[in-house]
């Protein structure tokens, strides 16, 4: 009997711990006494609640969980919750009252108070109250340094505030954390970021560390666009004209359906090289890879109206028209053309200057991936806060994918 005696001990040590375990799962001790954290999920209006909550109805979900926080005040979750529903309608100020009465009760585990503090961050992020929640967002990362909400909050507040070093800062955090399937996407964050730094410095015209910056972006993502066309303007700045022709000409190359962005830079840098023609071959080129690049018939067709071929212009634009007809640029283009060919100028020039304040010419942006609309070129949306996702939104049906395009880069322009 008595080799039986540790295994028996172990028997009862393990039935022991189910049962402190489920209990511990069960109840929680709050101010003193057992709570039944079941009663919570038993309570209709907490059902209720949830079920208008995932069927989008606010303020049916709202009136529920309002209930059953009256019937259930020591259920923090629940509170939390309402709290982020005031704030989604719109009441920031009842929403950080909701959540900082949370903060001040005596007994919060960790998670719920790196919780409440993230909720009340947004709530203070939403009311324009930055400064509290950067407070806010900080001192949850000093609870969980590794808390991927709040570091995202914080990045896209400085990003908001263009403070761009504070914003890598936190991206370099978060790649540090993450997962290698998700390392690309914040490598490239980080390679607009770099750009935007080396945008402050060419500003600041420290052109060697300008260089410096757009050249640690493309190391990060070479498909960054930007951070080339920037480069290639801190070379010609520097005098270095053939540096900068390759940096733009990279653009062409890695990204054919962005290359309309260095045409004005290529088709210059040609030029005071006494090479003119290599621009207009660059331009065929595109356009027998890609039938439908609109941009680049625009181009070349100025090129050769420049150069006194207006005739032939004319037929690369009305091939140019018939791939994306709402396109001011491409209209301003022929019209151009056609005052080169001698049409009556008084009367063309009344049709340019009535369709430039024409809303119907104006070519939208949008969004890939909320569908957010502007007509301004971004590099980074304002609603999802996306990198490089707007692309040119024809107001047509699209006849293939290659129709849509990027906006223009944001980057210092060349002197001259």
Excluded at 165 to 187: F, I
Excluded at 211 to 239: C, K, M, Q, S, T
């Amino acid at each position: 009997m008595a080799d039986y005696l540790p295994l028996l001990g172990t028997l009862v040590a393990l039935l022991v711990g189910l049962v402190v375990g489920k209990a511990w799962e069960r109840y929680k001790l709050r101010d003193g006494s057992l709570v039944d954290r079941r009663r919570l999920r038993e309570s209709p209006h907490y059902l209720q609640g949830l079920n208008f909550l995932i069927s989008n109805q606010t303020d049916l979900a709202i009136e529920e969980l309002g209930k059953a926080a009256g019937e259930h005040a020591e259920a923090s979750e629940v509170h939390i919750v309402l709290g982020n529903l005031y704030r989604e309608k719109g009441q920031v100020g009842r929403a950080i009252q909701v959540h900082q009465q949370l903060l001040q009760r005596p007994r919060l585990t960790r998670l719920e108070h790196s919780a409440v503090l993230l909720c009340l961050g947004l709530d203070y992020k939403q009311g324009g109250f930055v400064d509290r929640a950067f407070e806010a967002f900080s001192e949850v990362l000093r609870i969980d340094p590794q808390n991927a909400q709040a570091l995202a909050n914080l990045e896209k507040l400085h990003e908001d505030q263009h403070q761009w070093q504070a914003a890598h800062d936190v991206r370099t955090r978060r790649l540090e954390a993450a997962a290698e399937p998700g390392r690309p996407a914040h490598r490239r964050v980080l390679a607009f970021l770099e750009n935007e730094l080396g945008r402050e410095a060419l500003a600041r015209m420290d052109y060697d560390e300008a260089a410096r910056r757009f050249e640690a972006a493309i190391a990060l993502d070479a498909a960054v666009v930007p951070a080339w066309l920037n480069l290639g303007d801190v070379r010609f700045l520097r005098g270095n004209a053939a540096a900068a022709t390759a940096a733009w000409e990279r653009v062409v190359e890695i990204a054919p359906d962005r290359a309309y962005l260095a045409f004005d830079r290529l088709a210059s840098a040609y030029a005071k090289a006494g090479q003119p023609t290599r621009f207009a071959d660059l331009c065929r080129r595109l356009i027998h890879d890609r039938p439908q690049e609109w941009r680049a018939r625009i181009a070349l067709a100025r090129h050769l109206t420049a150069h006194g071929q207006p005739a032939d212009a004319m037929t690369l634009l009305h091939e140019a028209i018939a791939i994306n007809p709402h396109s001011l640029l491409l209209h301003e283009a022929a019209w151009d053309t056609l005052t080169a060919m001698q049409l009556p100028a008084p009367a063309v020039a009344t049709y340019i200057a009535t369709a430039r304040e024409s809303v119907f010419y104006q070519d939208p942006h949008v969004c890939t991936r909320c569908r957010y609309r502007s007509t301004e070129l971004l590099w980074q949306c304002p609603h999802c806060h996306e990198w490089n996702a707007f692309v040119e939104e024809r107001l047509t049906p699209a006849r293939d994918d290659q129709t849509l395009a990027e906006p223009a880069a944001i980057a210092t322009p060349l002197p001259g």
